[in-house]
């Protein structure tokens, strides 16, 4: 009879406890789930390990965090996971945070409101990171794999996203609020050691300001409020001492033109590129029975012909 078989509640959850420490997950759980079948003293934790191994297994996954979260309320003080000691209290805080990160981070459309909401929430959670855990290394990040940070930079992380995605929520209505908000991003990635470049790129554009070469208007936000449109500004146009040479490339191949003035001329075009295209193509449909009613022809004749 194979040795084992027998083994008691007890000893296989140290067994497991011991597979952990050799990052043996799925044996390990196995052990915990049998703990439980088993009862006794130890399977209230055995339950915490099996959703530990579950977050480590599935890392990416917010439900398993939220699910630790509430488990880890159920532990009788500290314990070992590993080699690392848990704080039930504060992995539990942590799991909550990193499931509310990632929820937000999952959040999807491109609208104004949920831009703003998305990044009010990311802002949100940067302070609690920076209030709760401050300069001590997050715990669950290091025992689930992932990048282990302070709550310090978790919070610079966030508050660069939250940034970034207020500033992409504000664009449409007010490009000039939209490029401070980068400003503050720009600012939370160097911080972060980054160069923060595209922050400075999107900061740039935004703040731009210009005169349509069409209608004169003042338009602020290059690739949102105004683009370039290809031309050639010849050099006597170029002496032109007037402000709207300004809004022009330094390479003089384009001219600044605002939304509505490119926009228009844009669909305009289509128009008349889909009129052509439709006159085109019925022209050849029309050739194409010419030329099949004489293939028939000539086709009859040689029959005849050949008669
Ligand atoms: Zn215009």
Redesign the pocket.
Known sequence: MAIGVFKSGDELFDQGVDLIKRKEFAKARSNFEKTIAKGGKNANLAGIYIDMIDACLDNNNPARYERLASTLGKANGPFEFGLTEINPERVALECSLLAERMQVGRIQGNTSEILEQKGNKFLDIARRYQAKIGNDSIQINEIVGLQVNTGIKEALYLQAWGYESLAAGAVMSDPKKAAELLQNAYTCRKQLGEDGQQDMNLMKAYSKSVK?W??G?PSTGEGVHFLAMSSEISPFMRQSDDDILKSAPADYNSVY??K??YSSISRRSDEIARRYHEQAMQEMRAMEARLQAEIRSMNATMMVMRR
Do not use: E, F, H, N
């Open positions: 349509c069409i209608c208007r033109v605002c509505p003035c």
